[in-house]
């Protein structure tokens, strides 16, 4: 019986009046709009005199309540529009501050409300923020963020007051705070607002994550400026200020190769190229970072493409810099250091204590490391002792710095600590030797019939001239 009922209920059609269902369904009717522009330029003066030289705000209000009433009802965006905002500019000149928040308030909840006339309202009122106290001034962002939350017609205002709300935080020195009232805007988002502004907004919550000392996030929100937008002719200057703030970034993180590609992104830049003083300063920033960089492949392109730039000429003492590191020769330290201790401690990093320290360390640590790899390129096997020796360091050290370019895979190596003996050739398998041999003999065959082909010819050659002499 459950079954039959469920058929029928599936299998029911119903009834239509063939008199009715042929009939058109009748349309609404648009609401036509009105033009109060007239009435409004006649009232505006009246109503903004008698609020502000007879001091009869409150008649004033009420007043303009029904105008922007009638306005709103009549569908007039421009007269509502410019209603509104004499409103906010009257409680503005009479300092009816807690007029002006409930006005906003109610205005915003009207029914049928004119969106182009609540953002005029608000863009108004953004005006009145650097004029006023710091209380009234608060109190009035709070209710402009209340009202424009989840209204996507003023995102763009909101965004603005967001940034203003940041940096009084910041002035204040609540760091932290400011960073999480900012990057809960996702600016990347908003149509309404342009490119540049989006960029320079992004930088700000850059700027202050950097300052809260977020670095997770401040990488996350790096990735929301393309590279492309950079390169466009009217960002220069934010090109530079994004490339100075991911140095502060990278330097937290000691990646000294990417601190040299910022410098270089900058050094490429126009306007910087036009200022001998700045592109010879990023110059020689980008030697001294590619120099403290660890050696891998990307750093070996990026140091052999940098040698061939013309302006190092200019600032000989670095290109003799890079010189040392790209000859396979072994470098002394304290020479280094002695030769180029009064041309590096002039530069910007050296100026803090603490990192000049960590930069000089680092320095010593990649000299370390290209000594080394210049033994292993011209020896098979070397005693301990005697590695230590052109290294000037002692055993340990030696070792541990042995080991850690092996696992970096730099160089290759074994350690035969009973005898005191390190190996940097690997031992060929009796495969490997075989295939080896294996290949050389096919490349002599190969030079053997390759000759017994030219003789063969030269034969031939010489047989036909001599034929022909004969007849």
Same mark, same amino acid.
């Given at each position: 019986s459950l079954l039959r009922y469920i058929y029928r209920s599936m299998s029911y059609t119903p009834k239509t009046d063939p008199e009715t269902a042929l009939a058109p369904v009748p349309q609404t009717r648009k609401k036509e709009e009105q033009d109060f522009t007239e009435l409004v330029n006649e009232q505006l003066?009246?109503?903004?005199?008698?609020?502000? @030289? %007879?001091?009869?705000?409150? /008649?004033? $209000?009420?007043? +303009? *309540?029904?105008?922007?009433?009638?306005?709103?009802?009549?569908?007039?965006?421009?007269?509502?529009?410019?209603?509104?905002?004499?409103?906010?500019?009257?409680?503005?000149?009479?300092? @009816? %501050?807690?007029?002006?928040? /409930?006005? $906003?308030?109610? +205005? *915003?909840?009207?029914?049928?409300?004119?969106?182009?006339?609540?953002?005029?309202?608000?863009?108004?009122?953004?005006?009145?923020?650097?004029?006023?106290?710091?209380?009234?001034?608060? @109190?009035?962002?709070?209710?402009?963020?209340?009202?424009?939350?989840?209204?996507?017609?003023?995102?763009?205002?909101?965004?603005?007051?967001?940034?203003?709300?940041?940096?009084?935080?910041?002035?204040?020195?609540?760091?932290?705070?400011?960073a999480k009232i900012i990057q809960e805007v996702q600016v990347e988002t908003f149509g309404a607002m342009k490119k540049k502004e989006k960029t320079e907004y992004i930088l700000e919550q850059i700027r202050l994550c950097l300052e809260k000392k977020d670095y997770i996030r401040t990488q996350l929100i790096s990735k929301k400026i393309h590279p492309r937008v950079l390169a466009e002719p009217e960002f220069e200057a934010i090109k530079v200020?994004?490339?100075?703030?991911?140095?502060?970034?990278?330097?937290?993180?000691?990646?000294?190769?990417?601190?040299?590609?910022?410098?270089?992104?900058?050094?490429?830049?126009?306007?910087?190229?036009?200022?001998?003083?700045?592109?010879?300063?990023?110059?020689?920033?980008?030697?001294l970072y590619i120099c403290l960089a660890e050696h891998n492949n990307e750093q070996s392109d990026f140091i052999n493409r940098l040698y061939l730039d013309p302006n190092l000429n200019k600032i000989l003492e670095f290109k003799n810099l890079m010189t040392l590191f790209l000859t396979s020769e072994i470098m002394n330290w304290r020479q280094v250091r002695d030769d180029y201790k009064s041309q590096l401690e002039h530069l910007p990093p050296f100026v803090d204590k603490a990192e000049s320290t960590r930069l000089w360390e680092d320095l010593e640590l990649r000299i370390i490391e290209h000594n080394i790899r210049v033994i292993a390129k011209y020896y098979n096997r070397i005693r301990t002792q005697r590695l230590a020796q052109l290294l000037n360091l002692n055993t340990q050290e030696t070792e541990k710095h042995l080991s850690r370019l092996v696992v970096s895979g730099s160089v290759f190596a074994k350690i035969d600590r009973p005898h005191g003996i390190i190996a940097f050739k690997k031992a060929e398998q009796p495969s490997d030797v075989l295939n080896s041999w294996s290949s050389d003999i096919e490349t002599l065959l190969g030079l053997v019939e390759n000759t017994c082909h030219l003789i063969h010819r030269e034969n031939m050659v010489h047989k036909l001239s001599t034929t022909k002499k004969v007849k």
């Open positions: 003066p009246k109503l903004i005199s008698l609020a502000v @030289e %007879y001091s009869k705000f409150g /008649e004033a $209000i009420e007043k +303009f *309540s029904g105008l922007e009433k009638k306005t709103r009802q009549g569908g007039d965006s421009k007269s509502t529009s410019r209603v509104l905002v004499a409103i906010v500019e009257v409680c503005h000149k009479c300092r @009816e %501050y807690k007029a002006l928040n /409930e006005n $906003i308030i109610t +205005f *915003s909840k009207r029914r049928g409300l004119i969106k182009e006339a609540i953002k005029q309202m608000v863009k108004k009122t953004l005006t009145f923020l650097d004029e006023m106290d710091y209380e009234p001034k608060m @109190e009035l962002m709070d209710t402009l963020l209340k009202v424009t939350e989840g209204k996507i017609f003023v995102e763009k205002q909101r965004a603005r007051l967001t940034l203003k709300l940041a940096l009084i935080r910041e002035s204040e020195g609540k760091i932290a705070e400011a200020k994004f490339n100075n703030l991911m140095i502060k970034y990278h330097e937290n993180e000691r990646s000294h190769l990417e601190i040299a590609k910022c410098y270089f992104q900058i050094y490429n830049t126009p306007s910087i190229k036009s200022n001998p003083e700045q592109w010879e300063l990023q110059l020689k920033l980008i030697v």
